[in-house]
């Protein structure tokens, strides 16, 4: 199928503003990453020290989490920018893979460290739900336009 100018134009405009949508959410994630991390410990250190983990395997998992979400969102965008069916098969493959991912990754550090599962796990939940809540709203606004 040979390209009109103007289908070259509408791709190369998706492209600038996918861009642009990548960076918007690379800021907002990052801002509200530390708000997290920040509530976290404060949080952790006067009201729940029981259930708090140690600094390193905690910004370990954050950086995980962070990571994951940020890959997941660029290859959803580029997905976007062809066929909506791509991205609904896009969309359904990289959920099913981060949640295995994730689950894989609960049950190594839970059997690799046992004195703190329940905290594992509480922190495993609200890193999902909180990356998870971050992405589809920035997946909606994106779709929106």
């Given amino acids: 199928m040979l390209y009109q100018p103007r ?3 509408e791709t190369i405009k998706n492209g600038i503003v996918s861009n642009k949508s990548f960076t918007k959410f690379f800021l907002q994630i990052s801002f ?3 708000l997290f991390c920040s509530f976290y410990f404060i949080a952790g250190k006067f009201f729940f020290p029981g259930f708090a983990l140690s ?3 905690f910004i370990s998992v954050c950086l995980l989490f962070y990571f994951i979400t940020l890959l997941v969102h660029y290859i959803l965008l580029k997905a976007s920018e062809t066929q909506s069916t791509r991205f609904v098969r896009s969309f359904m493959i990289t959920s099913m893979l981060k ?3 994730y689950i894989v990754l609960l049950l190594v550090l839970v059997l690799m ?3 703190n599962v329940t905290g594992y796990i509480i922190i495993f ?3 999902y739900l909180f990356y998870s809540v971050l992405e589809t709203i920035a997946l909606f606004r994106f779709l929106k336009k």
Avoid: D, M, R
């Fill in 125 to 127: 939940l609200a890193l």
């Fill in 113 to 115: 460290n046992k004195q």
């Fill in 32 to 34: 509200y990453s530390l």
């Fill in 55 to 57: 600094v390193l395997p």
């Fill in 99 to 101: 949640l295995f991912t």
């Fill in 7 to 9: 289908q070259i134009s």
